[in-house]
């Protein structure tokens, strides 16, 4: 841990996030679980996509940029394909509430896909996958972003780095989740960079000439590279096509990031499916192939005997086994400003260090 960060116990904190967010002007439940969905995701190690952005979304959600009481309605679609509309609401909220749709669609149908427009930022994509895996089905999220990457060569951005998420029951301790970005790296690990003083690799971003850049304020100027290059562009589009597009919402340059725009709805888009293996096979015959395919994986050779092959998502696991234990490290910056936050909102409570 960077002596600049310290542990903070995870329930705790959750508490404290959920005070915060009533305060803002979210409802109970609401509150709660987006706090819950940022500790959650700090637990799982994805610093990037946790807590580290609570100040912002509680700026959005006080300055009206997030409703914080939406009216999450549905506008079209029939049978296992929906569109509904987010309302500005906060993109943890409208994310959930996609994803329970999908889920009562694939109950019914086998298979469920919903679409929302005017959303917010919802976070990390793979927190909705798993919400799926969770029910022995099969969860696939996706979201459009602000354009902020650059074609290989390029000097201007092209599309976002729209997220993508997969999670697959194991029926075993963790399901196997694939959670990505569809850059070099996501942005939120620059702003991470940015509040630990650190430098970037050159191959995750451009200044805001499109030169490789090694500086994270310059980087969070500028724009990240694709993932995979010409290969991580193409599936990019894709994502925006199926979050923005086809929904009725917006794509490319119709969205507002939440940083240049801060006291305006991103108008952000979300897709997601849900696929009900019971449709096709039983639940035992799902549950012994999930754990062939795993053991098969897990007994892979390593050239290092002292390591072992890792599941999409067995390090999120481990990781979270740890946290939950040692508290999770937060940079102090971020504590202090919390805790401002706090007293600008009325809220009594404070978070210190795990003892």
């Known amino acids: 841990m960077s002596e600049n960060s310290t542990l903070i116990e995870a329930q705790s904190l959750e508490q404290f996030l959920t005070t915060l967010f009533t305060k803002a002007g979210m409802n109970t439940e609401d509150a709660a679980f987006q706090a819950y969905a940022l500790v959650q995701t700090d637990l799982w190690g994805i610093g990037s996509h946790g807590v580290l952005r609570a100040p ?3 700026q959005r959600v006080r300055s009206g ?7 999450i309605h549905k506008v079209r679609g ?33 298979i469920g896909a919903v679409g929302t427009i ?51 029951p194991t029926f075993g301790e963790f399901p196997l ?15 991470l960079a940015s509040k630990k003083g650190e430098k970037i690799p050159l191959d995750w971003a451009t200044d805001d000439q499109g030169r490789p850049t090694d500086d994270p304020d310059s980087a969070f100027k500028g724009f990240l590279l694709p993932l995979g290059g010409h290969k991580g562009l193409g599936l ?48 035992e015959e799902m549950q012994a192939r999930m754990a062939e395919f795993c053991a098969t994986i897990k007994a892979s050779p390593m050239w290092d005997t002292q390591s072992a092959m890792l599941l999409p998502g067995e390090i999120e696991y481990r990781t979270e086994q740890r946290l939950r234990a040692s508290g999770i490290p937060l940079p ?24």
């Open 56 to 58: 912002l979304y509680l």
């Open 65 to 71: 940029a997030i409703n914080a009481q939406p009216h």
């Open 78 to 110: 029939g049978l296992a394909l929906e569109v509904w509309d987010g309302d500005d609401g906060a993109g943890f909220i409208v994310a959930r509430h996609t994803m329970q749709r999908a889920i009562a669609l694939a109950e019914q149908y086998g």
């Open 118 to 168: 005017r959303s917010n930022h919802f976070g990390a994509a793979g927190l909705y996958a798993r919400m799926a895996a969770t029910r022995g089905m099969i969860g696939i999220v996706m979201t459009n972003v602000v354009p902020n990457v650059v074609a290989p060569g390029g000097s201007k951005p092209i599309t976002g780095n729209n997220p993508i998420a997969f999670a697959i």
């Open 177 to 191: 989740v694939l959670d990505i970005s569809l850059s070099n790296v996501a942005g939120g690990k620059l702003l």
């Open 236 to 283: 990019s589009y894709v994502v925006d096509i199926l979050s923005g597009l086809i929904t009725g919402g917006v794509f490319q340059h119709g969205m507002k990031g939440m940083y240049k725009y801060p006291n305006d709805p991103s108008l952000t888009g979300h897709f997601m499916i849900v696929i009900n293996p019971a449709a096709i096979m039983s639940p």
């Open 332 to 355: 102090l910056k971020l504590v202090d400003e919390l805790n401002q936050l706090a007293e600008v909102l009325g809220a009594a409570a404070r978070i210190t260090a795990s003892s």
